[in-house]
């Protein structure tokens, strides 16, 4: 984390002139001050995502991050993405730089559509909506879908960044009950009939938080659902390339016939986060236009070099052999990171996922991971505590842990501290 | 525009096994049907940038086409940008392919306060927001700020992705008149007083459709009116480089000593639209956390290869060579389109801006410039009639028109076929 902090600029830096003083002029009598009041009334309690907070904290020296979800900074490669970034623009030339179509790059649309098929996705070029990272395949679903008061359905727990992301459109959270196959199918059912919901958003595959994945019994009988009862689904599913043992299974939307299923992808995980590149399967051709209305209004389309450099990634055959390196090297975090678990005191639990980037945790009864985080922090190693997964909170002894993004032998030494500070919690 | 057509995929060629099916299953006696009525309030009127799909007719052999409001291709420099993409991976390395801070590549807000700072705008690197092309800039900052059914002041008339991507937000758009030297700002002053609006919308420079310029005194007097009504004020100036002639004007920012006017940059009509970098100077701190927060969930960020290089290119201080060679090719174009008018039926009236993409023209009384868009398609050229550009329609007998990416002798052969086309409709 250290390296990267220079890249962040966050908003607690921001002396500007104006900071801690108040805007204000008097206009006949009155004055006129820029206060919360202006903002609007769905972004105006929000105050940003947690990780992101967190993350700047971790700029002192000597720090061991479980906390983010990077990948890890060997699965990077500038020495490759710089050639091709280079032949692109010229292999594309003068197109590259104008504007390009909301649709997406023509090229990324075919090679992507063929790389999801390859791995347990219906996918034609015309279903594909490439985006920035699926963080804007989902806000560009949600764009179409949800009027302030919806009801959407996720996992309890459930990834933060969609959590807030539902918030900016109004929408209301309903957590459906997982266990370690993930969400339980008749509790969403349930949930289908009692609160009539517009979407379920479900990371079916090494979930985040818990590294969990949908069993294939539940992946037919959640897209049989969605049939049923004309649910849409997001279907997240950006690690489902990262597993370290097992059989892979189809997505639910291979299972889905209709189209209600929506699923999201992202070169995020497997090629680079900061390049931005994810991308929409959506059949339905009147919500494919209307996410594309709404892209059109977001950012009008996505960067074109950064499109044909995951495009020329993929054609040049690069990724079976990339994906299969990246496994062995977080196949052995993982284990190191469940090792750990060993020195942890008595009862405390944990998820064994067999891909992915997160581990989930479960401390004793009455103990609360956020209040330990002060303790982890000056003892140098950080995690999210999991409350902030729940959409009501709670949840107080629950914890998540990223293993991709630190060495070996750093996850021993911070999984030792860890168990350190919780173990002299767990005796006061 | 033919050339680039390849690039688009447009939603009228996604044949999908779905067109045209209806998506339905019989469950308890009920038909589950995808339908429109899924979609949120606010999208589901909307059709998309009328704009766009004009475009989409544009592939034909022989159009000449006025329509657009692309940069030239000859101003697009792809060998200069390939080395660049490639030494900027390489010099910043695996951060540059990480996940990055949403509030932007910290070089970049340097460079782009520095870039704007010798340009008429007060800027500091903890004021930038880089964003994906002012469009997304505009988007954060509507997000941050409206709820259907405040009002918002703009130009009439005005720049139609912004009219769309205010209906995005459910805004109550108020254009208030202009004449030669932009909006009238006691109109503009009647207006506020009137309907107590959250946001102004205006494009001072070489505005979209019309070319127009606010004037210096104008410019201060929007600025006081601002801040004597406590307005936040969106300055969307992408053209202010692109002067042809005359002196540049200093930015209504400048006047502005409180933080309620918020710049909107973009470089995409200087170096490249393709790579999608602009970016928001905002003052108050209070709101760019706001927007970064609607940045979040809208992208996590944008990507950093493409900051990147914008930043470099700023750095090697490419930029003002590039934009004295960019000027001196769309000065000529603008001319000959001028030019043309003269062969156009005595009573058409234009504006003769002094830089920009945009020429804007008004037809003979009960001329309708949509209806004559067919009989100019036949005829291979191009432009967009002037309705759209206003909130509530209405002024059929203006068009736009778009010197920036013909050839000087297409736009002399368009302009002659324009006037022809429009002397024998004036005959009728």
């Avoid at 804007?136 to 969609?162: H, N, R, W, Y």
């Avoid at 097992?246 to 299972?255: H, K, M, N, R, V």
């Avoid at 016939?257 to 399967?281: D, I, Q, T």
């Amino acid at each position: 984390m250290c390296g990267e902090r220079k890249w962040y600029s966050g908003h607690d830096r921001l002396p500007g002139i104006f900071a801690g003083k108040a805007f204000f002029r008097m206009m006949e009598g009155k004055v006129m001050e820029f206060t919360e009041a202006k903002f609007s009334k769905l972004i105006s309690p929000l105050n940003g995502s947690v990780i992101r907070d967190i993350f700047k904290l971790l700029g002192k020296p000597g720090m061991i991050s479980f906390a983010g979800g990077n990948p890890s900074n060997k699965a990077l490669e500038p020495e490759v993405i710089a050639p091709i970034a280079h032949d692109v623009i010229l292999k594309v030339g003068t197109p590259i730089l104008q504007y390009g179509g909301t649709e997406g790059f023509a090229p990324l649309r075919e090679s992507a559509a063929k790389f999801l098929t390859g791995s347990g996705v219906n996918a034609k070029p015309e279903w594909i909506l490439p985006t920035e990272g699926s963080t804007q395949a989902m806000d560009l679903l949600f764009k179409a879908l949800i009027d302030p008061g919806d009801t959407v359905l996720c996992e309890s727990p459930t990834f933060l960044g969609t959590i807030q992301a539902l918030h900016t459109y109004g929408a209301k959270l309903v957590a459906v009950p997982t266990d370690e196959n993930g969400m339980l199918p008749d509790a969403a059912e349930e949930a289908i009939r009692k609160y009539s919901p517009k979407l379920m958003y479900i990371i079916p595959t090494f979930q985040n938080p818990t590294g969990v994945t949908l069993s294939l019994e539940r992946r037919k009988r959640i897209a049989e659902l969605a049939s049923r009862y004309g649910v849409i689904i997001a279907e997240d599913d950006p690690y489902r390339d990262l597993r370290y043992e097992g059989e892979a299974l189809p997505s639910i939307q291979s299972f889905d016939e209709e189209g209600w299923v929506v699923y999201l992808s992202s070169f995020s995980k497997l090629v680079s986060p900061g390049m931005r590149v994810g991308c929409a399967v959506v059949k339905i051709p009147s919500l494919m236009r209307k996410m594309v209305i709404g892209k059109q209004s977001s950012d009008l389309h996505s960067p074109l070099i950064t499109q044909a450099i995951i495009d020329e990634y993929l054609r040049r055959g690069l990724m079976p052999a990339h994906v299969e390196r990246i496994r062995a090297l977080y196949r052995e975090q993982l284990a190191a990171m469940l090792d750990g678990f060993a020195a942890f005191p008595q009862g405390t639990t944990h998820t064994v996922p067999q891909g992915g980037l997160f581990v989930w945790g479960r401390l004793l009864e009455g103990m609360d991971a956020v209040k330990l985080l002060g303790a982890a922090v000056d003892a140098n190693v950080a995690y999210v505590p999991g409350t902030h997964f729940y959409p009501d909170g709670g949840n107080p002894e629950t914890f998540r842990l990223n293993f991709s993004n630190a060495a070996i032998p750093d996850i021993r030494e911070g999984m030792a501290r860890l168990a350190g500070i919780i173990e002299k919690e767990a005796k006061n």
